[in-house]
Each structure stands twice: as C-alpha cells, then as structure tokens.
C-alpha cells in the first residue's frame, strides 16, 4: 500500500504541494511517478485547487489503483478530480468541498494560449463526465456547480450529492498536543440547518449562475424576500 498526499494548491514544484504542466517541471508526473508501481494507494487530499487540466490528468493516472480518498480540510477547485480517483472517499466533519468553472494558466503568445484554451474545453468536458458518473447527478445539475460560480458542499451536502461516501470525525488537539474532547466548551459547535434551509441550498445549488437585470435591485428583492418569508426556529427543537 502507498500513502499519497495532495496539500497547497496544484501548480507549483514541490511533490506534496502544487501541480503543474509546465514543459520544464512537471510535479503532477512527479507525483504520480512515487507511486507508479503501487496497486493500493491511500490518497489524502488538503488543498484549494490549481490548474484543471494538471488534477484531471492526476485522475486519469492514479483512478482504479486509490482505494481511498481522505479529505481533511479544504478540496476546493481542482484538487476535486484528483480526489475523485479514490473509489471510497472519506471526508472530515469540518471539511468542506468548492466546485467551479475549471481553469489553467499559460505564459506564452496568442496562439499558443488559444490551443490551451481548446484543450481545457476538452478537459471540462471529461470531467463534468466523471462527475455525472460519480454523483449520478444530471447534466444540468453538474453544468450549474461548472458555470463559473463558486458552490461549496458542506461534508453533509457532499454525501448527499454523492461526491463523498462517508463523514468521519477527526481527533483534535490543543497547543501542547492533549486530545480535546468533542464536547470542549470553548469550540464554538458546528452549524445545523432545518430541512427548509437544506432544500434551498439544494435549490440554489442546481440554479447556477444568474442572469439580472441590476445585482443591487435583485439583492434587495432577495433580502426583504428573506425578511418576511423566514422564521427562525427556536434552539430548543
């Protein structure tokens, strides 16, 4: 068995850290090549994301051989597609997934930036699939978390949309390494949403981005909308 771990963002040059596709270094390969001859790899994934076309060929290289994915804190952008190699993927109670349009960067002239450009078209395409395959979600539900928009999953909404099988709790400790008890009083408790607000996050989930004909209009209509159309529940129920 290998263990692999994904942290920072993907681009940059160290093993553990980014993951790019530039001529001169490519980590990602680097990376993939630590455990070119592993059948069983533990994959564990803490990162903000990066280039798109790096984390889908991540994917591409490392899926059917990761029997597990951990995600300890932030899957956030492009470090999705590399998580979802594992074929069970495990993520914290705190932890918290962003899906948007897939991005990548080039340094060169107009030509060359217009063949990145198609190729990444190509890459959005193959992962919107792996999404539809993983979540068994429509096309039109996986093309609004795509859009552009910024669409985070709490580790609750990421089970239930099937990005993620199982929440786990990890341990934590204080400054001088003692276990804390879940229970400290001096964590502030992780928020809870009644079953209207988890529909309507689910709703504007699978709205994507809009069109408006004034944001500030729009924003103002939604918030005397809110005001008299929610009642808070009380804390006892």
């Known amino acids: 068995m290998a263990l692999l771990t994904v942290l920072s963002t993907i681009h940059h040059t160290r093993c553990c850290g980014q993951l790019t596709l530039m001529k001169a270094r490519q980590p990602w390969r680097e990376l993939v090549a630590q455990v070119r001859d592993a059948r069983d790899i533990k994959l564990f994934v803490d990162s903000v994301g990066g280039d798109t076309i790096a984390a889908v060929e991540t994917f591409h290289a490392l899926h059917g051989r990761v029997s597990e994915t951990t995600i300890t804190d932030k899957c956030f952008s492009a470090a ?42 190509q890459y959005a395409a193959y992962l919107k699939k792996i999404l539809m395959e993983r979540t068994e979600m429509s096309e039109t539900v996986v093309d609004g978390w795509l859009n552009g928009a910024d ?87």
């Open 80 to 121: 999705l597609p590399v998580a979802l190699a594992g074929k069970k993927i495990l993520i914290e109670r705190r932890a918290r997934i962003l899906c948007h349009a897939p991005c990548s960067w080039k340094y060169s002239h107009a030509d060359e930036m217009i063949l990145t450009a198609g190729r990444l078209r």
């Open 151 to 237: 669409f985070y999953f709490t580790a609750e909404q990421a089970v239930a949309y099937g990005l993620a099988d199982e929440i786990f709790d990890a341990p934590r400790f204080d400054a001088d390494g003692l276990p804390v008890a879940a229970c400290d009083s001096n964590e502030k408790p992780l928020p809870t949403f009644t079953e209207d607000e988890l529909f309507f996050q689910d709703v504007l989930l699978s709205l994507g981005r809009l069109k408006v004909r004034n944001k500030a209009d729009f924003m103002r209509e939604l918030h005397f909308w809110a005001a008299f159309n929610t009642d808070e529940q009380p804390n006892d129920l």
